[in-house]
Protein backbone atom coordinates (compact mmCIF):
# COMPACT_ATOMS: atom_id res chain seq x y z
CA UNK A 1 0.00 0.00 0.00
CA UNK A 2 1.04 3.99 -0.20
CA UNK A 3 0.89 6.09 2.59
CA UNK A 4 0.90 9.94 2.73
CA UNK A 5 1.92 11.30 6.09
CA UNK A 6 1.94 15.12 6.64
CA UNK A 7 3.38 16.72 9.63
CA UNK A 8 4.21 20.55 10.19
CA UNK A 9 0.77 21.57 11.06
CA UNK A 10 -0.24 23.47 14.12
CA UNK A 11 -1.16 26.77 15.61
CA UNK A 12 0.71 29.76 14.70
CA UNK A 13 0.24 33.69 15.45
CA UNK A 14 -1.01 35.86 11.95
CA UNK A 15 2.12 36.56 10.23
CA UNK A 16 4.14 33.87 11.32
CA UNK A 17 5.61 30.87 8.74
CA UNK A 18 5.24 27.45 8.87
CA UNK A 19 6.49 24.23 6.31
CA UNK A 20 4.71 21.67 5.60
CA UNK A 21 6.10 18.30 4.88
CA UNK A 22 4.42 15.11 3.48
CA UNK A 23 6.41 12.34 2.68
CA UNK A 24 5.03 9.27 0.48
CA UNK A 25 5.93 5.62 1.65
CA UNK A 26 5.20 1.96 0.56
CA UNK A 27 5.05 0.17 -3.01
CA UNK A 28 6.21 3.10 -5.16
CA UNK A 29 7.47 3.18 -8.90
CA UNK A 30 6.91 6.50 -10.11
CA UNK A 31 5.41 9.66 -8.40
CA UNK A 32 4.13 11.84 -10.86
CA UNK A 33 2.72 14.95 -9.93
CA UNK A 34 2.64 16.26 -6.00
CA UNK A 35 1.02 19.41 -4.13
CA UNK A 36 -1.14 20.56 -1.48
CA UNK A 37 -5.24 21.34 -1.39
CA UNK A 38 -6.81 22.97 2.14
CA UNK A 39 -10.11 23.05 3.28
CA UNK A 40 -11.31 25.40 5.97
CA UNK A 41 -14.32 25.02 7.67
CA UNK A 42 -17.76 25.34 5.59
CA UNK A 43 -15.53 25.53 2.24
CA UNK A 44 -14.83 23.04 -0.39
CA UNK A 45 -11.22 22.04 -1.01
CA UNK A 46 -9.04 23.99 -2.78
CA UNK A 47 -6.02 23.59 -4.69
CA UNK A 48 -2.65 25.36 -3.00
CA UNK A 49 0.25 24.32 -5.31
CA UNK A 50 1.24 21.31 -7.23
CA UNK A 51 4.54 20.53 -8.35
CA UNK A 52 5.75 18.04 -11.23
CA UNK A 53 8.69 15.49 -11.10
CA UNK A 54 10.98 17.71 -13.41
CA UNK A 55 10.64 20.85 -10.43
CA UNK A 56 7.41 23.02 -12.31
CA UNK A 57 5.19 24.41 -9.99
CA UNK A 58 1.47 25.71 -10.68
CA UNK A 59 -0.19 27.91 -7.43
CA UNK A 60 -3.69 29.22 -6.97
CA UNK A 61 -3.77 32.88 -8.21
CA UNK A 62 -4.37 34.36 -4.56
CA UNK A 63 -2.04 32.45 -2.75
CA UNK A 64 1.01 33.40 -4.99
CA UNK A 65 3.63 34.68 -3.14
CA UNK A 66 3.57 33.68 0.45
CA UNK A 67 3.54 29.50 -0.76
CA UNK A 68 6.00 28.31 -1.97
CA UNK A 69 6.08 24.00 -2.93
CA UNK A 70 9.39 22.45 -3.20
CA UNK A 71 10.18 18.20 -3.59
CA UNK A 72 13.18 16.01 -2.69
CA UNK A 73 12.43 12.97 -5.10
CA UNK A 74 14.92 11.36 -3.29
CA UNK A 75 13.26 10.61 -0.26
CA UNK A 76 9.37 10.94 -1.84
CA UNK A 77 8.79 14.42 -0.33
CA UNK A 78 6.65 17.33 -1.01
CA UNK A 79 7.14 20.78 1.35
CA UNK A 80 4.76 24.00 1.19
CA UNK A 81 6.63 26.86 3.09
CA UNK A 82 4.06 29.29 3.84
CA UNK A 83 5.17 33.12 5.02
CA UNK A 84 2.86 35.48 6.44
CA UNK A 85 0.26 33.64 7.65
CA UNK A 86 -3.03 35.02 7.88
CA UNK A 87 -6.58 34.04 9.66
CA UNK A 88 -8.06 32.81 6.33
CA UNK A 89 -5.69 30.40 5.77
CA UNK A 90 -6.78 28.54 8.85
CA UNK A 91 -7.77 24.75 7.46
CA UNK A 92 -6.96 21.60 7.20
CA UNK A 93 -4.04 20.88 4.67
CA UNK A 94 -3.83 17.99 2.49
CA UNK A 95 -1.13 16.36 0.23
CA UNK A 96 -1.48 14.26 -2.64
CA UNK A 97 0.45 12.22 -4.76
CA UNK A 98 -0.09 11.34 -8.30
CA UNK A 99 1.62 7.81 -8.74
CA UNK A 100 2.06 4.02 -10.03
CA UNK A 101 2.98 1.47 -7.59
CA UNK A 102 3.73 -0.75 -10.77
CA UNK A 103 5.46 0.02 -14.27
CA UNK A 104 2.10 -1.57 -15.84
CA UNK A 105 -0.53 0.09 -13.11
CA UNK A 106 -2.38 3.16 -14.11
CA UNK A 107 -1.19 6.50 -12.25
CA UNK A 108 -3.62 7.10 -9.62
CA UNK A 109 -4.20 10.04 -6.81
CA UNK A 110 -3.05 9.13 -3.44
CA UNK A 111 -4.23 11.53 -0.43
CA UNK A 112 -3.08 12.27 3.06
CA UNK A 113 -4.54 12.38 6.16
CA UNK A 114 -4.24 16.22 6.34
CA UNK A 115 -3.20 18.52 8.91
CA UNK A 116 -4.25 21.09 10.56
CA UNK A 117 -3.22 24.65 10.24
CA UNK A 118 -4.73 27.51 12.51
CA UNK A 119 -3.76 30.86 12.05
CA UNK A 120 -4.95 33.07 15.52
CA UNK A 121 -3.32 35.83 18.32
Known amino acids: QVQLVESGGGLVQPGGSLRLSCAAS????????MGWYRQAPGKQRELVAG???????NYAEPLKGRFTISRDNAKNTVYLQITDLKPEDTAVYYC???????????????WGQGTQVTVSS
Open 51 to 57: ITSNGNT
Open 96 to 110: YANLKRYPIEYDRDY
Open 26 to 33: GIIFKING
